[in-house]
C-alpha cells in the first residue's frame, strides 16, 4: 500500500532522532485517579486520533498503536504494507466518572467518517480503515446502540456506515517515534493533517457537528 508522501516526508524529518528523544514524551499517564477503563478506536492515522483525544476531558491517557491483525509484534511497515491485518488504532485509558464509553463514541464518529470503507481520507488501505474494538461485552452493546442510532438518524444521507464493531484482542504499541507525534513535530503534524484533508473532509461530511466534544483549538 502506498503511505501518502506527505507523511513519509514528515516521518523522516523525526527518524533520525526518535531514539534520542523516546525518553522524553512518556506514553503512559503517571496518575489515574480511580478506577479507568479502556476504549479503543481505529480512525486512520492514529497521529490524528490520538491528538483528538487527548483535549477530551476525562481522557487519561492515549497510545497509538496497531490491533486486529495476525501478527505478532507487528511493526510500522508491516503494518502500513498490509501484511499484518492489523489496523493503526489509539487506545485510550479514561475516567468513566468524567466521561462515559458512549459519549467516547460519539465523538469518534464525529472525528472520522464512517461511510469509507477503503481508508480514512488520503490514506488509503485496510490498514487506515476505521473500527470501534469493544474490550468487553457491555462496550459491545453500547457501540452497537450507537451505530444504530447514527444510522437511524439519517444524518449521513442513507450513506452506508462501514465502521464495524469489532471485539478487541491484543493491541502492540507503536514505535517511540508515532507516541504523541503532534507534540512532537507540531509544524510537520500540521502539514500531514492540512495536506490530507481530514479536517475538510469532516466538515463537509458532518457540517457543525465535525469534531464534536473535541478541543481543536
Same mark, same amino acid.
Request: net charge neutral.
Given at each position: 500500500m502506498n503511505v501518502f508522501n506527505h507523511r513519509g516526508a514528515a516521518l523522516a524529518l523525526v527518524l533520525g532522532v526518535a531514539l534520542m528523544f523516546s525518553q522524553m514524551v512518556p506514553t503512559a499517564a503517571q496518575d489515574k485517579p480511580g478506577a479507568s477503563a479502556v476504549a479503543i478506536f481505529a480512525g486512520g492515522c492514529f497521529w490524528c486520533v490520538e491528538s483528538d483525544f487527548d483535549s477530551v476531558p476525562g481522557v487519561l491517557?492515549? !497510545?497509538? %498503536?496497531? @490491533?486486529?491483525?495476525?501478527?505478532?509484534?507487528?511493526?510500522? +511497515?508491516?503494518?502500513?504494507? $498490509?501484511? *499484518? $491485518? =492489523?489496523?493503526?488504532?489509539?487506545? !485510550?485509558?479514561?475516567?468513566?466518572?468524567?466521561? *462515559? /464509553?458512549?459519549?467516547?463514541?460519539?465523538?469518534?464518529? =464525529?472525528?472520522?467518517?464512517?461511510?469509507? %470503507? $477503503? $481508508?480514512?481520507?488520503?490514506?488509503? %488501505?485496510? *490498514? /487506515? @480503515?476505521? +473500527?470501534?474494538? +469493544? @474490550?468487553?461485552? +457491555?462496550?459491545?452493546?453500547l457501540a452497537m446502540a450507537s451505530k444504530a442510532k447514527l444510522i437511524k438518524s439519517g444524518v449521513l444521507k442513507k450513506r452506508k456506515v462501514r465502521t464495524p464493531v469489532l471485539t478487541a484482542g491484543p493491541f502492540y504499541a507503536a514505535e517511540d517515534y508515532h507516541q504523541n507525534y503532534y507534540k512532537r513535530s507540531p509544524l510537520q503534524y500540521k502539514f500531514y493533517r492540512y495536506r490530507c484533508g481530514r479536517d475538510a473532509r469532516l466538515k463537509a461530511l458532518w457540517g457543525a457537528d465535525a469534531m464534536r466534544g473535541i478541543d481543536t483549538h
Open positions: 491517557d492515549t !497510545i497509538s %498503536g496497531y @490491533t486486529g491483525g495476525r501478527v505478532k509484534n507487528p511493526t510500522y +511497515a508491516q503494518v502500513t504494507a $498490509g501484511a *499484518s $491485518g =492489523h489496523r493503526e488504532a489509539v487506545k !485510550i485509558t479514561f475516567d468513566p466518572k468524567q466521561v *462515559s /464509553y458512549t459519549t467516547l463514541v460519539d465523538i469518534f464518529w =464525529h472525528s472520522v467518517d464512517p461511510t469509507d %470503507g $477503503g $481508508g480514512q481520507f488520503c490514506d488509503r %488501505g485496510q *490498514s /487506515y @480503515t476505521s +473500527a470501534i474494538f +469493544a @474490550t468487553n461485552p +457491555a462496550q459491545r452493546q
